[in-house]
């Protein structure tokens, strides 16, 4: 089939445009206008409903209601008259806090609290010295102190104003607080120093390095590993075996090293960040600004108070010692026991209990009042607002909310007239929209049929063409023509004429040459003869043979171009004719009527776009909307309320809560004060119990049994002095001070006070603390030089190309081994633990953080080291200064124990007892106590009576009477009523009465002003809307055929660019040159020829001589 055939097959889409023709013949005829239902009664019902709405009578009964309201509120009698029997009552209980005792408690005890939650720096001491300096310089704690001297006259302050409290108590605070910052200092300095010298212990550089070796030479060698896995027979199960195991052995060893290097740094690195250099620093500046800021001159002048006031003890001269020295002493001490014990037992407890029921007599007196005149307020509150309930209920509330309902129904019946509206427009727009909708995909369907059927219709025409590959042969073609031309071009004929024009030319002027006329007469015949064929040639007849042998026309042409472009011009008219196959087979051409009928269908659709109008539903929804919106339930019921909150502040008026609070007020703090400080719900179980518990010890514990214990602790004592000879009292003293220090926060161990004690004794502080920081620096230097000898990286580079050949050969003897064999499952387990890069790689980052981290601890210790700490000899000469007015009594006591015969190294707490314990055996000893025991036991039974009875007793009796001084009571049942009859009374209010008409009003304003009915309708009009715009963008025949009319075109490009006609042109010129070239050499040739005929003899003169030539073309 030809070209011609196959292009008319191929591009004849008339079958697709009349299939899609027939397609669309059904939906285009379903298409009809959408039409909106307004129906005008509908409309007109929205609109007379909207326009009955009518708050007026609302109103109105508003009016009527409020203006009853102030009549019901005359009944109510004025608050103050309720209350004023009970304003004597209070006055009463005033008496207890003749000074305000309620406020003073409460400023007192604020000032206390904010001193117990402020920050402290010098420990237990400081914050009492606050608290007691707060107290005394209080206006609250002057007049409490007085207070209660009043209430408890026989405490004796005897001779309090030779130790000024706060002076002591400054004293002590800073003394502590240079104790503490010296004790601070030693307790971080050695903690950081036993951390730091546990640095770098459990790093092993050389043994690292050994461990690496021995498993990278495990691994070569001629027992190496990687190459028996590659050699063994994947069949040998025992071999398979003993070569896993080794495996796993060398990736446990890996493993093993890994943890090696890893646990040596870990655990130092942690070691370095609990060291923590920074908190170290602001712990060691914290402790030298404790020592700087610490005053010392309070505690120097209680040590000198304190010497002053040992003076006369001092001076005491003993009138001898006993000749037996401690022995004698200890005999006269037996002596006394007996004597000692009869001074217990007659001992008069009758001054502790005294003080105590004085003290609470007077504190409840002003209390036995109070209860008295309560009960008369609660029968005044209670027919008060009877009144007014009576008052509230005949209120015309009822009328209220009838109204309100009536007000309500044109509302609803609006809405109910908008919604049906709205609901018969959607129903029918709906079906509509269906309709429309369904015919639309049809034709969306088919347009989308139709344009893949095109695609594929031309797709298959390019095909064809491509076959044949136009371009390709007329380029080929010309290609084959360029190179004729090129070889024509090369056949030059104009050089051949010029050289016989030349060699004419020559020879003519040779002949020219000859004098003719001097040749004998015997030669010129023989010439004559000789040119007489030259002379007879009719050159130019030659010329004309030879151009009409050539082709050349007289112009210099090639002659049968002429009956070749007649040759061409026949094939030009079959390639016209394929051009005009193509051209006539255009798709726009051919679907001239598809394209027609999209445009009418187009006509057609844009034809069912709704514009609706929905206007005249819109203006009716507004004038529902405007009616609606002017309504202000809550304006319109405004004076009801109102009306009501003038009750209820009225009822409020009456709260004998709000009449009292004041004095309830300050009543609660003096009887919350007052139990707080009495701790009057705790004596009563806490006496009862200490009662039992104590006569239950006191029956469980016999003296004459103690004995026998009391000898063996001082046996144990004995033994302890003797396996411990230098034990003293200063770890003890550490305990103590750590305590009194522990609110400042500092860390501060029991153990730094024996070497400040040491530093006080007269070793250098500062040189010890020094010493210890040297230490830390030094230790530091020394874990960074062992990290630095550690190189994970160095022991990775020798083990990774051995584990990686390892792993390799392990991959590989897997992938030769069955599924099932044991081996695979063993030796496919190591293969993540054989990775020995990656382990190595953790390391070295793990190594380059920790050095990193030691260097910097390292600077951090040297440059505290540099700082010195020259405040630890500051602090212990302030130190040594407060204790030198106290020398004198403890040369005193080492005088007396000297007399009793102790010698200078043994006069300690540890000596003395150590002396004791020898001189009399602990049986001794137990003897003495004994007998002081029995009494004291015995004593301790009466006295339980003697304080216990008369306490129990005052505190029932207290109790009862503080619990008697509480409105409470009184308030809650007076408010109580009050809060019924205001419960009642708001049951009545608008706000509850009416509450659901209120409801319904808002849910319809809301459905009326904050939705919009006709959002479904909008939103079926915005889906035909896009529906009707998808379709319109598809009924476009341009669009449909956008492929196909690329293809088209692009084979019309092809078709028209082939040229027979001047295809053959570049052979034609060169032909026609050729023949210029003939045409002009021949005319050339032959009009030198003739110059030679010419100019040879004209012959009949006779000669002998001859002249020959020949002229070969």
């Keep these: 089939m030809g070209l011609a055939a196959t292009l008319t097959t191929k591009l004849d889409c008339t079958s697709v445009g009349n299939a899609l023709l027939g397609q669309l013949q059904g939906p285009s005829g379903d298409l009809a206008a959408i039409a909106l239902p307004l129906p005008q009664d509908q409309l007109n019902g929205v609109t007379g409903a909207a326009g009955s709405v ?22 109510l009698p004025q608050a103050d ?83 000024p409290f706060l002076d002591i108590l400054r004293g002590v605070e800073g003394a502590t607080q240079i104790l503490g910052g010296l004790m601070c200092l030693e307790t971080v300095l050695a903690e950081a120093e036993r951390l730091a010298a546990n640095l770098g212990v459990r790093l092993d550089p050389a043994g690292l390095a050994q461990a690496t070796a021995a498993l990278a030479a495990e691994l070569g060698g001629s027992t190496n590993l990687a190459a028996r896995l590659g050699a063994v027979d994947a069949n040998d199960a025992a071999t398979l075996q003993q070569l896993s195991m080794q495996v796993i052995a060398a990736a446990s060893q890996l493993a093993a090293l890994r943890e090696a290097y890893a646990a040596g740094m870990a655990m130092d690195e942690a070691t370095l960040a609990y060291l923590d250099m920074a908190r170290l620093q602001a712990e060691l500046d914290a402790a030298r600004a404790m020592i700087r800021s610490a005053d010392a001159d309070p505690a120097q002048r209680v040590t000198a108070a304190l010497a002053t006031l040992a003076q006369p003890v001092l001076a005491f001269q003993l009138p001898g010692t006993p000749a037996g020295g401690l022995d004698a002493l200890i005999d006269a001490a037996e002596a006394q026991v007996a004597q000692l014990a009869a001074q217990i037992d007659a001992l008069d407890l009758n001054f502790l209990t005294g003080p105590i029921e004085s003290g609470l007599h007077t504190l409840t007196a002003p209390l036995r009042e109070v209860q008295n005149v309560l009960d008369s307020v609660m029968a005044a509150l209670r027919g008060a607002l009877d009144q007014v309930r009576a008052a509230v209920a005949a209120l015309p509330l009822d009328d209220l909310a009838h109204t309100l309902q009536q007000f309500l129904a044109p509302i609803a019946q609006a809405l109910d007239a908008v919604r049906a509206l709205v609901d018969g427009i959607e129903a029918a727009l709906q079906a509509a929209a269906d309709a429309t ?78 004098p003719f006329d001097l040749l004998p007469e015997s030669m010129k015949a023989d010439v004559d003869a000789a040119v007489a064929p030259i002379k007879a040639v009719d050159v130019d007849a030659v010329e004309t043979q030879i151009e009409t042998l050539l082709g050349v026309s007289a112009d210099g042409k090639f002659a049968l171009r002429g009956e070749l472009d007649q040759a061409i011009e026949q094939i030009y008219q079959k390639f016209q004719a394929l051009l005009d196959v193509v051209e006539q087979n255009s798709p726009r051409t051919l679907l001239a009527e598809v394209d027609g009928k999209l445009d009418e269908l187009a006509e057609k659709v844009r034809t069912l776009a709704p514009d609706l109008d929905l206007q005249p539903v819109r203006e009716a929804l507004d004038g529902v909307k405007n009616a609606v919106r002017g309504l202000d339930l809550d304006a319109l019921l405004a004076p009801v309320r109102e009306a009501f909150a003038l009750i209820t502040g009225a009822l409020d008026s009456l709260s004998v809560a709000a009449l009292v609070a004041p004095v309830q007020a300050q009543l609660t703090e003096v009887r919350t004060t007052v139990i707080s400080a009495l701790r009057l719900d705790q004596w009563e179980d806490a006496l009862n119990s200490l009662r039992s518990e104590t006569l239950a010890l006191l029956e469980r514990v016999d003296p004459a049994q103690l004995r026998a214990p009391l000898e063996g602790a001082f046996a144990e004592l004995a033994a302890a002095l003797e396996r411990f000879p230098g034990l003293n009292a200063g770890a003890g003293m550490g305990v103590v ?39 830390i620096a030094q230790s530091l230097a020394n874990a960074r030089a062992l990290v630095e000898q550690v190189d994970p990286a160095a022991a990775g580079t020798a083990l990774n190309a051995r584990f990686a050949e390892l792993a390799a050969a392990v991959q590989a003897l897997v992938a030769r081994l069955a599924a099932e064999a044991p081996a695979r499952v063993t030796l496919s387990a190591t293969l993540p633990v054989l990775n020995s890069s990656a382990l190595f790689a953790d390391l070295s980052v793990h190594r380059a953080r920790y050095l990193a981290a030691l260097t910097a601890a390292a600077q951090q210790a ?71 025991f029995e009494a004291l036991h015995r004593r301790l ?22 619990d008697s001084l509480d409105l409470t009571p009184l308030i809650e049942a007076a408010d109580g009523i009050v809060a019924q009859a205001k419960t009642e009374i708001e049951a009545l209010s608008p706000d509850k009465l009416l509450a659901a008409p209120i409801a319904s009003f808002n849910e319809l304003k809301a459905a009326i002003l904050d939705q919009d009915p006709l959002d479904k309708v909008n939103t079926i009009l915005a889906n035909l809307r896009e529906l009707i715009a998808r379709v319109l963008e598809k009924l476009d025949l341009e669009t449909l055929l956008e492929v196909p009319l690329e293809i088209y075109d692009h084979i019309l490009g092809q078709v028209r660019a082939i040229d027979p006609r001047g295809l053959l042109n570049p052979v034609f010129d060169q032909l026609d040159v050729i023949a210029g070239q003939v045409d002009g050499g021949l005319d050339a040739t032959v009009a030198s020829f003739k110059r030679l005929q010419d100019a040879l003899p004209a012959g009949g003169g006779g000669s002998s001589a001859s002249v020959s030539g020949s002229v070969s073309i």
């Design 437 to 514: 909708g369904a015919a639309l995909g049809q034709v969306d369907g088919a347009l989308d049929a139709f344009k893949q059927q095109i695609d594929a219709f031309f797709g298959e025409a390019r095909t064809a063409v491509e076959q044949v590959n136009l371009d390709q042969a007329v380029g080929a073609v010309a290609d084959e023509v360029r190179k004729f031309a090129d070889l024509l071009a090369q056949a030059q004929m104009q050089p051949y004429f010029d050289a016989a024009v030349s060699a004419i030319d020559t020879a003519t002027d040779v002949v020219e040459a000859v």
């Design 81 to 163: 008259s309720i209350v004023r029997p009970l304003t004597g009552a209070i006055d009463l209980g005033r008496q207890l806090a003749a000074n305000d005792v309620s406020a003073l408690f409460d400023q007192t005890l604020a000032r206390v609290r904010a001193e117990l939650q402020a920050p402290s720096t010098g420990g237990h001491a400081a914050l009492l010295l606050r608290v007691a300096e707060s107290l005394r310089t209080a206006p609250a704690g002057q007049s409490l102190t007085a207070l209660i001297s009043a209430l408890v006259p026989a405490l004796d302050r005897g001779s309090a104003a030779a130790f």
């Design 54 to 75: 009518n708050a007026n009578p609302i109103a109105g009964a508003v009016a009527q209601l409020a203006g009853r309201i102030p009549g019901a509120l005359a009944a």
């Design 941 to 962: 039974a009466a006295l339980l009576d003697a304080v216990l009875n008369p306490l129990l007793a005052a505190t029932a009796d207290l109790r009862h009477l503080i």
């Design 862 to 932: 040297d440059a505290f080291r540099r700082a010195g700490f020259s405040e630890a000899d500051t602090g212990t000469a302030a130190l040594n200064n407060v204790l030198a007015p106290l020398a004198p009594a403890g040369q005193k006591v080492r005088g007396l124990m000297q007399a009793l015969g102790f010698a200078a190294d043994d006069i300690s707490v540890a000596g003395v007892v150590r002396a004791l314990l020898k001189a009399a055996p602990p049986e001794r000893i137990a003897g003495i106590a004994t007998p002081v």
């Design 737 to 775: 001070v750590a305590g009194m220090l522990g609110a400042t926060g500092r860390r501060i161990q029991a153990a730094s006070f024996g070497p400040v004690l040491g530093w006080l004794g007269g070793a250098s502080g500062s040189g010890e603390l020094s010493a210890r920081s040297a230490h």
